[in-house]
């Protein structure tokens, strides 16, 4: 039985796992959707957790993505670095069976003191291109945001910002922590907390307002709102001085999705909205077209 | 028994808590350096503290500042508004045994959305003024640094900036822990993140580097200097746009001062350093002057 007939594809993160069947059609009957990232498979237990899924899902070619590929993940599957494009990844898959079951390699970037790399936007940036341009900018945010110059349908270069894991610091962590309780929403402390992170200042130098607005009783109506529109105003200030001025390809989990397209709205930009797990199987699709 | 005739001044902080004996002279005997934070003392605990500090340096009349004055503290004193002097701030000592034990206000700034506030610092940023010009810049580092503008000997405004909490989230929770167990010096690693932090680069597009350089076998000599350059030369940045171009007053523990005044020759700004004790003790004695 080939790609042709089906397969599984995985997208295998820290804390999160997705796996879908895909059909001979391409469409996607049964899925899983748990918390088996690698993270909470115990040590040895990959092989099983696969296993499992096949019993679950259908005896079928599997490929994974994701930080499975990582050094804490099952097997480390090797950089591809950029430009990097489907051949270049479908090439570089490390294959755990041959042919059955393999997992899909991160892109790095290496130039002086640039060094980057991602594990799983890679196949959602490849496939996002179903719905955009060969060159556009994709905007890919998260735990590490990552901005993505897809230049003539390849990964030509890109940027990961520690957007939402600071955000998730200061949240669980900081003094500002009792301010930050509610849920970021596109609303007005949002939007003045992007207009000053898109004014290219450091967050450090407003996050503390946040807190003395509270003290002198003039706290944000949503603080949580002020603080992420201020950290996602400066993400994409950043992602947008990697150039270019058409739509910038939105890909992602969709309450991230509505924070950024305020955002990027705020900055006078548009944006194509694909869902983060629509572009993770068309590029899946894209690989499997090419074993 | 007067303020003449000697002292105990207590800078009484959120962690730790500093006590010194003053004589008639203006000079420092018995000094204390303890633990004995606002957050280490159980509660309804303050009195005996006092009481315990004057059985140790003597029956004398006493000064608290710092965040014993915050809501957190023993009793709230309510902030002096900006702009603010010795007289002003003197004048709004809250007094626990008048005369004799009072504690001494922090200082607000609230202008439309810029809202700021600080406690203790503004003791040190009126004492530094011994050494420093009437119309200066002070920059104090720590958990918060604080950018201070000082005018005709007076705070003027001020700003916060959440540098050193940021530093201690990404050494304590990050994903980037593994890379800052080093202590930063002001090495060529701090250098790269002072560059970039001072050409408004937001520090969580370049701090994602530290782990991408380490996974390529690119990794800083010294990561922890890297990402504490890259957030000083961002405060720094942020510190330098209230305005000025003569020295900076830079006032502080003399780790933080080594790294600031790194940063700041990287600016290209000269700066005049003060301990932060010897600051705090010459606050003190102005307020005294005037009790």
């Known amino acids: 039985m080939g790609w042709r007939d089906g397969y599984i594809a995985v997208d295998w993160g820290t804390t999160n796992r997705r796996a879908y069947a895909v059909d001979r059609q391409g469409a996607v009957g049964r899925e899983i959707r748990d918390g088996h990232g690698i993270m909470n498979v115990p040590a ?33 599957a090797p950089y591809v670095p950029c430009p990097a494009d489907a051949d270049a990844i479908a090439e570089n898959i490390l294959w755990i069976e041959p042919g059955r079951l393999g997992i899909v390699p ?13 594990r799983g936007e890679e196949v959602q940036a490849i496939g996002a291109l179903r719905w955009l341009p060969p060159d556009t900018l994709i905007c890919h945010p998260g735990t590490h945001s990552k901005w993505i110059v897809m230049r003539a349908g390849r990964i030509d270069h890109f940027r990961t910002l520690m957007t939402g894991e600071l955000f998730a610091l200061l949240k669980a962590h900081s003094i500002l922590a009792p301010q930050l ?27 503390f307002g946040v807190r003395a607005r509270h003290l002198l009783g003039k706290g944000d109506a949503n603080g949580a709102s002020f603080a992420s529109g201020l950290l996602i105003g400066a993400d994409i200030r950043a992602g947008l001085s990697l150039g270019g001025n058409g739509p910038i390809g939105l890909v992602g989990r969709s309450d991230l999705r509505a924070l950024y397209a305020a955002g990027l709205a705020r900055a006078g930009r548009e944006t194509i909205e694909i869902a983060g797990a629509d572009a993770f199987l068309a590029g899946i699709g894209l690989l499997t077209e090419r074993l």
Chains 1, 2 share one sequence.
Not at 62 to 76: T, V
């Open 44 to 76: 040895g237990g990959f092989e099983e957790a696969v296993a499992e899924l096949r019993r679950q899902l259908g005896d079928q070619p599997m490929l994974l993505a994701g930080m499975i590929g990582s050094n804490r993940g099952w097997m480390e």
């Open 106 to 118: 991160g892109v790095s970037l290496a130039a002086d003191r640039e060094a980057d790399v991602m």
């Open 181 to 207: 309780r509610d849920v970021p929403a596109p609303d007005a402390s949002f939007d003045a907390g992007v207009a000053a992170g898109l004014a290219g200042e450091a967050p450090q130098a407003a996050l």
